[in-house]
């Protein structure tokens, strides 16, 4: 009963931080000029959201880790700790949340440069890729040297793959920097990744729960719902982004929660549209380059229904649709184990 009660409380003070920083938040941003600067390589309607406030994942950045930090405090005070099985899963919520944090402050960097410094594509490519490399090396370090050293991957529905040292650079490019580069391409449109990651994040909830691991039950909860207080300003047309600075915090959210379970493949079958988009990047630019043809109007993927005359509601609503499938046919290979 004390569980459920630090677990809603834990969602509710997540959505009311978030939500309530708006108000704060969102005007600051106009005041100081921060506003989102549309490039030419969008859709050219997109021109409408020019000076859009961004930077906006600080609203959610502050909801997650004071609700987080709360619902571990009361629960341990409580005495919930008396009855863990292993520390390693303390280790894996403030060792993912720290991760997440790194993420966003490189984030941020790109964000200020693109802003202020009037540089439009911020950090450049290499600067950014060596900097998420240290990241995502400092993140497994840490688990290691906790007790984390397995080196078998669960492959949902196919088994159990002892990787052996292979495993840490599959870890370090795929399943981590993958991961949080996955999630910043899905931030493209009104809503869409702070929908789809409010579903995926359900989806490791309910798995938490399965496998009682209260930590994290704990993280899930709280990004479901600063995804909500998010929304209330991010759906479309939204009043604030995101930006660089909150989309790698929650690319680093998805890490944290997958790696915290001890199941990180699951990220590819609960964020299917976060491999998606990456996979339609990449289609999109091998075919360019053999065949001098695209596969799609536009890359990512949802800029493809966009030219193809979706809305962006409506590109959210499925796409969030297809994450719910997702997260369903995971809990199902949970269930079924």
């Known amino acids: 009963m004390m569980r459920t009660f630090i677990i809603l409380m834990t969602a509710l003070l997540a959505f009311g931080i978030t939500a309530l920083m708006g108000f704060w938040l969102i005007p600051l941003l106009r005041k100081v000029k921060y506003g989102q600067t549309i490039l030419d390589i969008g859709p050219v309607w997109h021109k409408n959201k020019q000076g ?25 005070g409580a005495g919930g700790g008396e009855n863990e099985i292993s520390p390693i899963f303390g280790t894996r919520l403030f060792a993912g949340m720290i991760m997440a944090m790194a993420f966003a402050f490189l984030g941020f960097m790109d964000d200020y440069i693109k802003v202020v410094k009037k540089r439009n594509l911020g950090l450049t490519a290499g600067q950014k890729m060596i900097m998420q490399i240290l990241i995502a090396a400092i993140y497994l370090v840490i688990l290691y040297l906790a007790g984390d050293t397995s080196t078998v991957l669960r492959i949902p529905f196919l088994g159990d793959l002892d ?22 391409l899905t931030d493209g449109i009104d809503g869409l990744a702070s929908s789809v990651t409010f579903i995926a994040s359900l989806g490791f909830m309910v798995i938490a729960a399965l496998f009682s691991i209260y930590e994290m039950q704990l993280l899930a909860v709280a990004v479901a719902g600063a995804m909500l207080g998010f929304l209330v300003w991010n759906f479309h047309p939204a009043k604030v982004f995101m930006g660089d600075t909150g ?70 609503a499925v796409f969030s649709l297809i994450t719910a499938v997702g997260c369903a046919l995971a809990v199902w290979w949970v269930v079924s184990l």
């Open 52 to 76: 859009t406030p961004t930077m906006g994942g600080f609203m959610f950045i502050a909801g997650v880790l004071a609700a987080v930090t709360m619902g571990y405090l009361v629960y341990m």
């Open 163 to 184: 990787l052996g040292l292979f495993y840490y650079p599959i870890a370090l490019f795929i399943l981590v920097v993958g991961t949080v580069n996955a999630v910043n």
């Open 247 to 316: 989309s790698m915090f929650l690319g680093g959210l998805v890490v944290a929660m997958g790696f915290g379970l001890g199941l990180p493949f699951l990220i590819a079958i609960i964020g299917i549209i976060y491999l998606g988009e990456t996979l339609s990047v990449m289609l999109q630019v091998a075919s360019f380059k053999l065949t001098g043809k695209r596969i799609f109007k536009m890359s990512p993927i949802h800029h493809h229904f966009e030219m193809s005359g979706w809305s962006e509601v409506k590109i959210v």
